[in-house]
Nanobody, 120 residues
Framework: QLQASGGGLVQAGGSLRLSCTAS????????VGWFRQAPGKEREFAAA????????DYEDSVKGRFTISRDTAKNTVYLQMNSLKPEDTAVYYC???????????????WGQGTLVTVSS
């Protein structure tokens, strides 16, 4: 089970930190990813972290602004989002995969999503 939290309303240029806490069968996934779905658009990959945190990947539009990290002791993955833009507005989902991947189809377990709204 995955529990995502930390969304909210923020002004452009601001920051938010999302958290994804895993429990049960998903407590030790290989890869945790963040995906996002903007209004009227398909869900897209945002960031992923694999293993103990040594491997990460980001979608091009968030590189340099978002940082994904992992606290294995707390079974929690964080997405620190800085310099937020209105186009970052979306529902953010965390998901877990048993293997390294950034492809949505490879993520078997999904959290409920948390809404991030960036005002201009």
């Amino acid at each position: 089970q995955l529990q995502a939290s930390g969304g909210g309303l923020v002004q452009a240029g601001g920051s938010l930190r999302l958290s994804c806490t895993a429990s049960g069968r998903t407590s030790r996934p290989n890869t945790v990813g963040w995906f996002r779905q903007a209004p009227g658009k398909e869900r897209e990959f945002a960031a992923a972290i694999g293993g103990s945190g040594g491997r990460t990947d980001y979608e091009d539009s968030v590189k340099g602004r978002f940082t994904i990290s992992r606290d294995t002791a707390k079974n929690t993955v964080y997405l620190q989002m800085n310099s937020l833009k209105p186009e970052d507005t979306a529902v953010y989902y965390c998901a877990a995969s048993l293997n390294w991947s950034t492809r949505e189809a490879e993520f078997r377990y999904w959290g409920q999503g948390t809404l991030v709204t960036v005002s201009s």
